[in-house]
């Protein structure tokens, strides 16, 4: 077991998220006791991951703990708050689109930590390089929070509830859409035998391009120059993926719209 000097903590949730974040509070010196989840093959592999006991049951959650944090979807969390038996402990939940005082009914403690990045099991990330974003239910848990967060992010800002839904939803844009974009251009070459390596010097250049200059200025393509004939041409080669076909017209003419006037 991982020991340290740091608050208490059990961790609720064994998802990507939790995968990150278990190492990155462990390396800052943050007692992680236990680790929860309700399935036993995910809450046995996180335990396994950070070298902490494990369990998958509620009513085991260990009762000296100083912080809890629910690194859960919105459903899950609320779900999950009113089966724990826990009284004065530090609460904090990890997601972009939920108000801290989802916990007021259950501890006088609580917080958001949320951090705005993408996370997946088998890539390694910089944790001190993640924006976190913090909130409390006071000044004293909000100095509290920022202490926790500065300990694993060089990063640390204080959001509150509506700013944060506001970069969770732009997030989205700029994260898991730009990602199902790709999986469009995967599925496109793949259907007519193409491999999607092709596309990784394009797609790194656009991602290094966007970060010096402004989405607007670094677009381009058959929209932005309203080249409609190659539109026309492309909408008629997906005609037999419809799927694409529509997300492709609909881009399009939202490009096209935000161009015309030039």
């Given at each position: 077991?991982?020991?340290?000097?740091?608050?208490?903590?059990?961790?609720?949730?064994?998802?990507?998220?939790?995968?990150?974040?278990?190492?990155?509070?462990?390396k800052?010196?943050f007692?992680i006791?236990?680790?929860?989840?309700r399935?036993?093959?995910?809450?046995?592999?996180?335990?396994?991951?950070?070298?902490?006991?494990?369990?998958?049951?509620?009513?085991?959650?260990?009762?000296d703990?100083?912080?809890?944090?629910?690194c859960?979807?919105?459903?899950?969390?609320?779900?999950?708050?009113?089966?724990?038996?826990?009284?004065?402990?530090?609460?904090?939940h990890?997601?972009?689109?939920?108000?801290?005082?989802?916990?007021?009914?259950?501890?006088?403690?609580?917080?958001?930590?949320y951090?705005?990045?993408?996370?997946?099991?088998?890539?390694?990330?910089?944790?001190?390089?993640?924006?976190?974003c913090?909130?409390?239910?006071?000044?004293?848990?909000?100095?509290?929070?920022?202490?926790?967060?500065?300990?694993i992010?060089?990063?640390?800002?204080?959001?509150?509830?509506?700013?944060?839904?506001?970069?969770?939803m732009?997030?989205?844009?700029?994260?898991?859409?730009?990602?199902?974009?790709?999986?469009?251009?995967?599925?496109?070459?793949?259907?007519?035998?193409?491999?999607?390596?092709?596309?990784?010097?394009?797609?790194?250049?656009?991602?290094?391009?966007?970060?010096?200059?402004s989405?607007?200025?670094?677009?381009?393509?058959?929209?932005?120059?309203?080249?409609?004939?190659?539109?026309?041409?492309?909408?008629?080669?997906?005609?037999?993926q419809?799927?694409w076909?529509?997300?492709?017209?609909f881009v399009?003419?939202?490009?096209?719209?935000h161009?015309?006037?030039?």
């Amino acid at each position: 077991m991982k020991k340290g000097k740091g608050p208490k903590t059990i961790i609720i949730g064994a998802g990507k998220l939790a995968w990150h974040l278990g190492p990155a509070l462990q390396k800052a010196g943050f007692r992680i006791i236990q680790v929860y989840s309700r399935t036993l093959s995910s809450a046995a592999a996180f335990g396994l991951h950070i070298d902490v006991p494990w369990t998958t049951d509620v009513n085991m959650l260990k009762e000296d703990a100083d912080l809890v944090i629910f690194c859960l979807t919105d459903r899950a969390l609320e779900a999950l708050l009113p089966q724990i038996n826990l009284k004065d402990v530090f609460m904090i939940h990890t997601a972009g689109s939920v108000p801290s005082n989802v916990f007021e009914k259950w501890t006088s403690d609580f917080g958001v930590l949320y951090p705005l990045m993408t996370f997946t099991k088998t890539r390694a990330i910089d944790f001190r390089t993640v924006p976190v974003c913090i909130e409390a239910n006071n000044k004293e848990n909000e100095d509290r929070l920022k202490s926790i967060a500065e300990k694993i992010s060089d990063n640390v800002s204080a959001v509150n509830f509506e700013n944060r839904k506001i970069m969770h939803m732009a997030a989205i844009f700029a994260c898991n859409f730009t990602n199902h974009m790709y999986r469009a251009a995967y599925d496109i070459l793949h259907h007519y035998g193409f491999d999607f390596g092709i596309l990784k010097p394009l797609i790194m250049e656009t991602a290094r391009k966007v970060l010096e200059m402004s989405p607007h200025e670094a677009q381009t393509g058959p929209a932005s120059r309203h080249d409609k004939n190659i539109l026309c041409v492309h909408q008629l080669m997906l005609q037999d993926q419809p799927e694409w076909q529509k997300i492709y017209t609909f881009v399009s003419e939202s490009i096209y719209q935000h161009f015309q006037s030039e």
